[in-house]
């Protein structure tokens, strides 16, 4: 799958993805592996390729959100303000994602602010869906 196939980019201009796109590296994780660690410094935004992830908060007790869909994106704290992950993020299977530095999505979004305002509105929106849904699972 490419990113021009996921749900998360439509409305962002075709020349805007293919720099996105050729701005990743892919990487594959077996299962039980870290894609990154609650706590530690945010260098990349990750988009779910192939496989099965749990996001989780609180020492791998509780699990936010488990992501399964290709083109889900996660990784967010590499582009706010603070850029430490607030979650730890574990495979559940072999995984592929696609990452993208903080550095070059940043560089991407100064040059193209109309496809920066689309790209943190639909995470706005997924945000506040995976928030809505966790909390329905802790009541």
Known sequence: MNIYEMNFFEGVDVEVIKEIENSCVAEIFEKGAAIFEKGRQADFLYILE???IDLLIKD???????????GEVFGWSSIVEKGIYTASCICRGQTKVLKISKDKIEDIFNRYPKAAVTFYRRLGSIFSKRLSKA???TQ
Do not use: A, F, R
């Not at 791998?60 to 290709?70: D, G, Q, R, S």
């Open 50 to 52: 192939k496989g099965n």
């Open 60 to 70: 791998k007790e509780l699990i936010i959100c488990n992501l399964t869909e290709p």
């Open 135 to 137: 909390l329905e699972g």
